[in-house]
């Protein structure tokens, strides 16, 4: 396994206190939208349900389908709709508990021990994504919604080598790989989107994103986009872990 990924529409979520954690239930009241509480819960969900499958903890009959990363893919896995998954499937997902670290990356307990694989979050519109990877790799995932921006943002948070044809697709392509690498190197806000260059498709890494990288023994980054539901790009920055590799979360 490279990485596994779940999708999951938020409207579609089972009530909160039916799969949170004590300490999710808690950290969920501080948020105060109801916006920003169903991102956080949609992402919460995707990563429990697809934690669950991967390590054998539920059957993937009792559970949501994985959705296809792209049109042509296989078959999503056979599951149940959101509706139906039984209280026994929530039970085994309120035992799995995800932290947020100081630099906002996710770290999963499963009971009260930890789960040394890499994961991560995101969301965007009605969807939230999660994905694993094993112990020791480094993952990032990022979903974006095509849409119109202001020239400002471009000029903001792009290299004039990023822009290439300026299109929307275009640039929230660029976007969500800038977006994916930041969750993969583990340092969150501390890092600058312009320190993560996209040069003709190639990854240029400076100032603290070089150096982050260099404290992870310079790993092999790969990049995958691709279009997911119409309007949407989703990446995934992947990069298994290399011979003395010492980075972690922080």
Known sequence: MQYKTQF????????????????ESA????????????????????LKTLLARESGL??????????????????????????????????????????????GAPQVFVGSVPDARSVSITHSGPWAAAAVSAPHTFLGIDLEKIEKRSRAWAEEFFDPAEKGPAT???????????????????RGLSLNTREIVLDAGRLRLKG??????????????ILNSVPFDNDFIFTVAFAP?????????M
Request: net charge positive.
């Open 168 to 186: 929307d697709a275009h640039l929230t392509k660029v976007w969500t790989q800038k977006e994916a690498v930041v969750k993969l190197l583990g």
């Open 58 to 103: 539920l059957p993937v009959c009792s559970l949501p389908p994985a959705r296809p990363q792209t049109p042509d893919a296989a078959q999503a896995e056979g599951g149940v709709p959101l509706s139906e998954i039984s209280a026994v499937a929530l039970a085994v997902l309120k035992q799995i508990d995800i932290v947020k670290l100081p630099s």
């Open 8 to 23: 999951i529409k938020i409207k579609d979520l089972p009530p909160a206190d039916s799969f949170l954690s004590s300490s």
């Open 27 to 46: 950290y969920l009241q501080t948020l105060r939208s109801d916006k920003r509480k169903g991102d956080w819960l949609g992402g919460r969900f995707a």
């Open 208 to 221: 603290r994103a070089l150096q982050a990288w260099q404290a992870a023994a310079e790993p092999q980054i």
């Open 241 to 249: 872990a290399a011979a003395g590799a010492k980075f972690g979360k």
